[in-house]
């Protein structure tokens, strides 16, 4: 069961959120010259490794999350376009069409 509409588009939102916000701080993360993410050698110090960690974490998860929220949203509009698509004679009949065979049963 998909989650409600309104939290569907909360979670495609976060995971796009999550993209913006992480891949601008891996970024900076990279072009870091005050010293913390590398060393004099120009080597990665652990406060890289473990902040580069944790936006790849975020990346994945925020990704998870979005797709969980693009399903919700796509598992709603294909709702509201199936019940739109019925004519005011058949919503009261009980004549549906059966899923796939465009015939009445």
């Not at 652990?46 to 998860?61: D, I, M």
Request: glycine share 18%; aromatic share 14%.
């Amino acid at each position: 069961m998909p989650p409600g509409r309104r939290a569907s588009w909360f979670l495609l939102a976060f995971g796009v959120w999550s993209w913006f916000i992480w891949t601008t701080f891996a970024r900076n993360l990279w072009g870091n010259g005050s010293g913390l993410a590398f060393d004099d050698a120009g080597e990665p110090t652990a406060y890289f490794w473990v902040h580069l960690l944790l936006a790849v974490t975020s990346l994945l998860l925020g990704t998870a999350v979005g797709l969980i929220g693009l399903r919700g949203v796509r598992a709603w509009r294909a709702a509201a376009g199936a019940g739109a698509g019925r004519s005011g004679q058949d919503a009261g009949r009980g004549d549906v069409a059966a899923p796939g065979t465009g015939s009445r049963t």
